[in-house]
């Protein structure tokens, strides 16, 4: 069996000690907000007192969006199965990927990648546009299936901005919806996940974060939607679309 050990700069345990990133779990207690603990966990650094309401800002915008969300009807329907809270849980986090859930990151990817280019961030946005469309891609981050304007967006680039977080990502953000309204047509509001993404470049986060800062926000809200379907619902109960038509081979026999 090989001697050799893994290494670890995350925490360090021992019989009546807990330190994460060095700091001490029971001073943490007392003197950290959650948020302050999530950006020290991450970062390896406690923020500063910006830093520090800037990730509070962010890990409330998405706690929730009602009971429709995979994620919900993932963790409703489990919870409806007859499964614990645990289970109902990670089945809602397990429906969190590329399509829900994941514009985070896959914008922060596109948004560093560009913002490293040289260019204004208008030629910028005019460029990638353009790629988007010879590529038929669509930009994630961007628009909205309710909301014409969003909400959160709003507010988060208001705090950024009072924060002075608005830099050169959210710029690029912006241009980038401006952009896409003058060659589409149409405005394709930059939605909160974009927003984030714009948010935590700037903050200087790895885009392969981008999925973490959602779990960690919408968890406690999936424990609420668990709650209140064990507490208020009957088990087996329709959940989701049920409105679909067989579109099979008709009716035969072996």
Same mark, same amino acid.
Do not use: C
């Given at each position: ?7 670890t700069?995350?925490t ?5 000690k807990?330190s994460? &990133?060095?700091?001490?779990i ?5 003197k =950290?907000?959650?948020a ?6 991450l970062r ?5 007192p ?5 990730m ?9 969006? %009602?009971?429709?969300p995979p994620?919900?009807l993932?963790?409703r329907t ?7 809270l645990?289970?109902?849980?990670a089945?809602?986090?397990?429906v969190?990927g590329?399509?829900?859930?994941g514009?985070i990151?896959?914008?922060a ?5 560009w ?6 961030p208008?030629?910028?946005?005019a460029a990638?546009?353009?790629d988007? #469309?010879v590529t038929?891609k &669509?930009l994630p981050?961007?628009g909205?299936? =309710?909301?014409?304007t969003?909400p ?5 680039f208001?705090?950024?901005a009072?924060?002075?977080?608005t830099g050169?990502h959210?710029?690029?953000?912006q241009?980038?919806e ?5 060659t589409g %047509? ?5 939605n ?5 993404a ?6 200087g986060?790895d885009?392969? &974060? %981008?999925k ?9 809200g ?9 507490t208020t619902?009957k088990?087996?109960? #329709?959940l %989701?679309?049920?409105n679909f038509?067989?579109s099979g081979?008709?009716?035969r026999r072996?």
């Open positions: 069996m090989s001697d050799e050990k893994w290494t700069a995350i360090e345990i021992a019989p009546g807990i994460v &990133r060095g700091y001490d029971a001073e943490m207690m007392e =950290l907000s959650f302050q603990a999530v950006y020290l966990i390896g650094e406690l923020p500063d910006k830093q520090a309401r800037m509070e800002a962010i890990l409330v915008s998405s706690i929730d969006h %009602g009971a429709t994620s919900v993932g963790t489990v919870v409806s199965g007859g499964n614990p645990n289970a109902a849980v089945g809602g986090v397990l969190i590329d399509s829900h859930g514009a990151e896959q914008s990817r596109i948004m560093q990648e913002a490293k280019k040289d260019g204004t208008a030629d910028l946005a990638l546009v353009a988007l #469309k038929k &669509r981050g961007f909205h299936r =309710l909301h014409t969003d959160r967006t709003v507010k988060l208001e705090i950024a009072s924060l002075q977080f050169r959210t710029e690029l953000a241009a980038i401006a952009e896409l309204e003058r %047509g149409k405005k394709l509001p930059i909160v996940d974009g927003a984030i714009a948010v935590i470049s700037d903050m986060f885009w392969r &974060r %981008g973490g800062f959602f779990i960690i926000s919408r968890v406690p999936l424990i609420a939607h668990a709650y209140e379907e064990m619902q088990p087996m109960r #329709k %989701g679309d049920t038509v067989y081979p008709p009716s072996i």
